[in-house]
Nanobody, 129 residues
Framework: QLQLVESGGGLVQPGGSLRLSCAASGLTLDYYAIGWFRQAPGKEREGVSC????????NYLDSVKGRFTISRDNAKNTVYLQMNSLKPEDTGVYYCAAVRFMSRSRLPNLSDRSRYDYWGQGTQVTVSS
C-alpha cells in the first residue's frame, strides 16, 4: 500500500511562492506517475500538473504554465510542486495522486481522477493579501 503525504501549504500573498512536497511511503515511487490536483471551495477538483516516472515528461494546466514547476526525486520518494507568482485563484486544497504504469515515459491523465490509485489527504494553499 502506498501512502502519500502532502506538505508545504500555507498562507501567502499574491505574487509569492510556495513549494509543495508529496512524500511517499509503503512502496517506492519508481513505478508511479504522479499528478497534482487542487480543489477550491464549491468547485470541482482539477488537475494542475503531472510527471512521468522518469521525470522527463511533464504537463500543466494552462492557467499555471510558466508559474508552476513539477519535479521528482525518486531516491527520496518525493515529488515537488514549485509554485511561483501565486494568484488568489490558486487558492485551494492541493492533493497529490499516484498511478502505476509499466512505462517510465508515460504521462498520467489530468482530466480523469478515477485513473489514480492512491491519493494524499491534501494541503491547504491560501493566496490572499
Amino acid at each position: 500500500q502506498l501512502q502519500l503525504v502532502e506538505s508545504g501549504g500555507g498562507l501567502v500573498q499574491p505574487g509569492g511562492s510556495l513549494r509543495l512536497s508529496c512524500a511517499a511511503s509503503g512502496l517506492t515511487l519508481d513505478y508511479y506517475a504522479i499528478g497534482w490536483f487542487r480543489q477550491a471551495p464549491g468547485k470541482e477538483r482539477e488537475g494542475v500538473s503531472c510527471i512521468s516516472i522518469n521525470g522527463v515528461l511533464t504537463n500543466y494546466l494552462d492557467s499555471v504554465k510558466g508559474r508552476f514547476t513539477i519535479s521528482r526525486d525518486n531516491a527520496k520518494n518525493t515529488v515537488y510542486l514549485q509554485m511561483n507568482s501565486l494568484k488568489p485563484e490558486d487558492t485551494g486544497v492541493y492533493y497529490c495522486a499516484a498511478v502505476r504504469f509499466m512505462s517510465r515515459s508515460r504521462l498520467p491523465n489530468l482530466s480523469d481522477r478515477s485513473r489514480y490509485d492512491y491519493w494524499g489527504q491534501g494541503t491547504q494553499v491560501t493566496v490572499s493579501s
